[in-house]
């Protein structure tokens, strides 16, 4: 009863070298369709797409390209003035994952001030739970995400000290599983989003020591497929996004040249549009900002020169991480 | 957007889908005005609910309108605080409940109506644990790899009082029915604390699914966790090691055979000598067998040739 392992073909017609131009019109059009159903639709994870948009952009050299007063006139309105949470836009409530994408688009265009940084910093706090661990917004979703989005969100404002960081440690150390990744919440499977996200939170609070390093770097090297892509479990698809997950976890344990670059970079290329620009999930997709962003990323860490580098801990321009002083651990 | 194929549509076809996707903004444009606009002053409105239930149904994750129902619900419990039990309250509820399902049926993956599930549940005055249950190993019968499907199993059989022993069984069963689901696997290691006692038969299951696929990965995970007890005794390891030898014998390129060897030389190592010079061979191999990983195998066959210099 042999398991075929699951993976696609690369297309011999597929583009080859990366359509940087297009990929930064695919993102500008997207930032000035209004009326497009598929961006109106969208409006509740509006800020993080936003992010994902604007980070694109920059690691394409693109930043100037969009310079739009309103953005942050927009954002600010998103501030709950209450809770101090902030929205995916108008008309929708605040929540950690958008919390995070502003204060991250903020910190890019060095303009945090417009926020009511207290408030960014009570409403993190008040989501912590007596376990350590965090709450999306109040209504109480709690996910290993959400860690990781309080302890980017304080840190990228110099408020770590608002929070119990080692409680918050102790909770993620409770997701830790059989083969040394981590799931959303304690017994929960091992996910290579999640695995980002928890490392991600150790390396911000400067705690990697408690990962079983090669163990769990066996795990994430083994999500490259024979085509060069990377999936996000055991026996799953491969989808561009992982290969931002994967690989900056595997960066952060100093253990990139565990998986093939160049297999890598010729599926991420496989994945561009080279019609409308953009990247998609698998070849022949539709491309969106969510897989254009983590493509790039991926591609950056992987040395490609004409793209900005990136930080592997926050996902933003290196630049922006040194312009704030911030030297998150990864290990050599 | 995952999984999204991209189709080429004639002008025709555009036109005709641009049309419903207008008629469909407006009616998600409208639900969440009227919503908006109900919301603050009284949150319980007919109207509301209804067009928020419509637009839920087709796409799960506009948050903002699973947290206006929740405002309802929490209205809805205050206002029955001092009755017995509302009946009124509890098909209120139930209504809810089967919301949710209708958007898992579509969308097995929502975060947001998992927890509003799981939520609702918590507030109920009757929750019936047992209907998720018998739910919950069902919808695991249409998706054995759903996450959110375990993690709810988990939620369940903590508030039925389920055995170990019971889930133990449903997990060998899971994997009796497919050796390569790697969730059963996982789901089998939360429930295994690793001892003397349960090795062996661990062992066992494990060894006979590599066995069966030897090219199928789930099970060699577990398989390096099995091993990473040091209650495994050199003896077992020798006898394990013998084993793969002759399953190497029949299929000489499968890189999992060969890796699982260099686990067991790598323990046995340490005690003799010439199981080090074996797994340096394996290593050469797999650096040939499986390219894309060769920087891992690079790595470990630096770490035993220096072990043997510093023996030697």
């Known amino acids: 009863m042999a398991t075929p392992i699951k993976d696609v073909v690369l297309d011999e017609n597929r583009p080859k070298t990366l359509l940087a131009e297009k990929h930064a019109d695919f993102i500008i059009k997207l930032f000035h369709s209004e009326d497009n159903y598929e961006f109106a639709i969208t409006d509740y994870l509006r800020m993080s797409g936003m992010y994902w948009g604007l980070t694109a952009l920059d690691l394409l050299h693109k930043r100037d390209k969009l ?73 109480g979703e709690i996910d290993t995400r ?48 999640l695995i980002y996200c928890c490392l991600g939170f150790l390396s911000i ?54 998986i093939s670059s160049t297999d890598l970079e010729n599926f991420i290329m496989a994945c561009q549009d080279g019609e409308t620009g953009g990247i998609s999930d698998r070849p022949g997709d539709v491309a969106d900002p969510y897989h254009t962003l983590f493509g790039l990323a991926a591609l950056s860490l992987l040395g490609y020169s004409n793209i900005k580098m990136v930080n592997p801990t926050y996902c933003m321009p290196q630049e922006v991480i040194d312009r704030l002083g911030l030297k998150p651990q990864v290990l050599a | 957007m995952h999984g999204r194929l991209k189709v080429r549509s004639t002008e025709e076809q555009k036109l005709l889908k641009q049309k419903e996707q207008q008629k469909k903004l407006r009616a998600y444009k409208y639900a969440m005005n009227q919503v908006a606009a109900t919301r603050k002053e009284i949150p319980f409105n007919k109207d509301s609910l209804m067009l ?14 699973w947290n206006y129902r929740k405002e309802v619900v929490l209205q809805q419990l205050e206002m029955s605080k001092d009755e017995e039990v509302d009946d009124a309250l509890v098909s209120f509820l139930e209504n809810e409940i089967k919301l949710t399902e209708q958007c898992l049926l579509d969308n097995p993956k929502s975060y947001s109506s998992w927890h509003h599930r799981y939520w609702i549940l918590q507030r109920h005055p ?149 199981f080090a010079e074996k797994r340096i061979m394996d290593y050469k191999k797999l650096k040939e067998l499986d390219p894309l990983r060769k920087g891992q195998y ?14 030697k």
């Not at chain 1, 795990?219 to 900056?248: F, H, I, M, T």
């Not at chain 2, 199993?153 to 994997?175: A, H, M, P, V, Y």
Request: overall charge negative; glycine content about 4%.
């Open chain 2, 126 to 274: 009757k929750p019936n644990w047992q209907q998720e249950f018998s739910l919950i190993t069902k919808y695991l019968t249409f998706d054995d790899r759903n996450f959110h499907c375990w993690d709810y199993r988990r939620l369940i059989i903590n508030k039925i009082g389920i055995s170990l022993c019971n889930e133990l069984n449903f997990s060998t069963e899971r994997l009796n029915i497919n050796f390569s689901n790697y969730s059963s696997w996982h789901y089998r290691s939360t429930l295994r604390k690793l001892d003397s006692e349960c090795l062996e038969e661990e062992l066992e299951l494990v060894q006979n699914a590599v066995f069966t696929d030897p090219n199928d990965s789930s099970a060699w995970f577990y398989l390096r966790w099995i091993l990473s007890d040091r209650n495994v005794t050199n003896e077992k390891r020798e006898e394990l090691l013998e084993s793969l030898t002759q399953l190497l014998d029949m299929d000489p390129d499968c890189k999992w055979i060969l890796m699982a060897k260099c686990w067991l030389t790598g323990s046995l190592s340490l005690t003799d000598n010439h």
């Open chain 1, 205 to 258: 609070t400067n705690r990697l020591d408690i990962v079983d390093r090669d163990t769990l770097a066996w795990w994430l090297c083994e999500r490259q497929l024979p085509s060069g892509g990377l999936n996000g479990r055991p026996e799953k698809l491969p989808d561009v996004c992982y290969s931002w997950w994967v690989l900056s976890s595997l960066k952060l344990l100093g253990r990139l040249h565990w």
């Open chain 2, 298 to 311: 690079s790595d470990y066959l630096e770490c035993a040739k220096k072990a043997i210099g510093t023996e």
């Open chain 1, 146 to 193: 959400f860690s990781f989005c309080a302890v980017a969100t304080l840190s990228l404002l110099k408020r770590m000290d608002s929070i119990d960081v080692d409680k918050a440690v102790k909770f993620i150390e409770t997701c830790k599983n059989f083969d040394g990744g981590f799931g959303s919440r304690p017994l929960s499977e091992s996910h290579a989003g």
């Open chain 1, 67 to 139: 310079l739009r007063v309103d953005l942050f006139d927009f954002i600010k309105s998103c501030q709950d003035p209450e809770s101090g949470g902030i929205s995916a836009s108008l008309n929708h409530d605040p929540h950690l994952l958008h919390t995070l994408s502003a204060v991250q688009i903020l910190c890019m265009y060095d303009k945090i001030d417009i926020l009511d940084i207290e408030g960014v910093v009570k409403y993190v706090a008040s989501l912590q739970q007596p376990d350590g661990s965090f709450s999306g917004d109040k209504w």
């Open chain 2, 52 to 65: 928020c239930a419509q637009v839920l149904s087709v796409n799960p994750d506009v948050y903002t309108l």
